[in-house]
């Protein structure tokens, strides 16, 4: 779904990197191995560059596993967890912003893969809505600058694409690379997905839907059912349930966590 190649939008990342004081990469609570970009991380070091953790949407899991989660990303850089839509921990995060600033004012750029949040974190730090939000992964095209308070000037960016070693249709999904409506084919992703967030939470569908299954077609067909998502005849639209499953994912309504050290990422 990415309008511009993967080495435009890199070089794209770089340059605002390149201009900023600052930067705040931002990460998904559910997810926060998958959704961080060690190789955006290794380039600030490059740089010299100084980086906030910013693990957002923080309201969608346990509050212990997000303390871990921070005692075991500040092993490498500062880190602060939130929730932008909530605006729960946001005051912490200008408060690191203020410590880690090298000088004020300060430019920040908010970087991270696609629907993290990253508008949303603009728009508090601005305290008004100043950048475009959506559900939809890739919904920010192009950079926006702006100045946030007297001491501060953030840039919104859009979100990075995950590199095309990524194949796991999955994985894709949870960085933020596919817009589920326009996949020639969401069935597949979909039950990739169903495993990947079954694996962490076996409950979350029963949660979500109030219907389960160990079979991820026969999941989707009860969550089609559920949903009324039917063809003429009575037969379950398996391709739109597969299209809703995925887009509850995008919306944070599928939650699914697990502790530091479960899975690693090279
Ligand atoms: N549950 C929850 N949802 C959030 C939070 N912050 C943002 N969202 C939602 O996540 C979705 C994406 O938010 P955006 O701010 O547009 O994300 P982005 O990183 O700018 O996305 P792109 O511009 O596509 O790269 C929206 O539906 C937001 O409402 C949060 O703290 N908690
Ligand atoms: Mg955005």
């Known amino acids: 779904m990415s309008r511009v190649s993967w080495s435009e939008a890199w070089r794209r990342v770089r340059n605002v990197l390149e201009m900023s004081d600052l930067v705040l990469e931002v990460i998904d609570s559910r997810d926060p191995i998958e959704t961080r970009n060690k190789k955006l991380e290794k380039l600030l070091d490059r740089l ?3 980086l906030i953790i910013v693990i957002n949407k923080a309201d969608l899991i346990p509050m212990d596993i997000l303390k871990e989660w921070k005692k075991y990303l500040e092993r490498e850089y500062p880190t602060v967890f939130i929730s932008a839509k909530n605006r729960l921990g946001t005051r912490k995060l ?3 912003i203020k410590q880690y600033a ?6 920040v750029s908010v ?14 730090l601005k305290g008004r809505h100043v950048a475009e939000t959506s559900p ?3 919904w920010t095209i192009g950079e926006q600058i702006v ?3 007297q001491w501060l000037i953030v840039i919104d960016t859009p979100g990075v694409i995950p590199p095309e070693e990524v194949k796991d249709e999955a994985l894709l999904i949870i960085k933020g690379a596919i817009d589920p409506s326009k996949l020639e084919d969401p069935v597949l992703p979909a039950v990739k997905l169903i495993m990947r967030i ?8 029963m949660d979500r839907y109030g219907v389960d299954s160990e079979d991820p077609m026969e999941l989707l067909e009860l969550v089609g059912r559920r949903r009324g998502l039917l063809l003429k005849g009575g037969k379950v639209n398996i391709r739109g349930a597969a299209i809703a499953l995925i887009k509850d994912w995008i919306l944070g309504k599928l ?3 697990y502790k530091p050290g479960v899975i690693s990422n090279a």
């Not at 090298?102 to 430019?107: D, Q």
């Not at 970087?111 to 508090?124: A, E, H, L, Q, R």
């Open 48 to 50: 010299g560059k100084p």
């Open 136 to 138: 939809v992964p890739g």
């Open 111 to 124: 970087v991270g893969y696609p629907n993290v949040g990253k508008s949303t974190i603009i728009n508090y």
């Open 147 to 149: 100045k946030a308070k």
């Open 94 to 96: 200008i408060v690191s």
């Open 255 to 257: 939650i699914y966590y």
């Open 198 to 205: 079954k694996s962490f939470n076996p409950k979350a569908f």
């Open 102 to 107: 090298p000088r004020l004012p300060v430019r």
